[in-house]
């Protein structure tokens, strides 16, 4: 098979994927809101956390996506031991 047909399969997206918001990869500094919230979609806990304070915290080129998985983790109530099934499944809703 050609080059392009793997990178084209490679590339697209399962039709059950949820992707992640565009908001997600970017630096702090660069995202718009003020304020940034990301929900546990296993718990449904919400976090929420001002913009200028991830940043005084993480940093302004620290991605929001780890920022965001930081928050979650650090407040876990879902500890089962395991590493695959260990922690929050975020989910960066915008404000």
């Known amino acids: 098979m050609p080059d392009e047909y793997w990178r084209a399969i490679l590339d697209d997206l399962p039709a059950d994927a949820e992707p992640v918001g565009r908001a997600a990869g970017l630096h ?17 806990r919400i976090v929420e956390i001002q913009k200028a304070d991830a940043v005084r915290l993480y940093g302004q080129h620290a991605i929001w996506k780890e920022v965001g998985q930081r928050l979650l983790n650090n407040t876990c109530q879902n500890r089962t031991g395991r590493y695959e099934e260990d922690g929050c499944w975020p989910s960066f809703e915008p404000v």
Request: charged letters at 25%; hydrophobic letters at 30%; a positive charge.
């Open 28 to 44: 702090l500094s660069q995202l718009p809101q003020h304020v940034l919230r990301v929900s546990c979609r296993r718990c449904e």
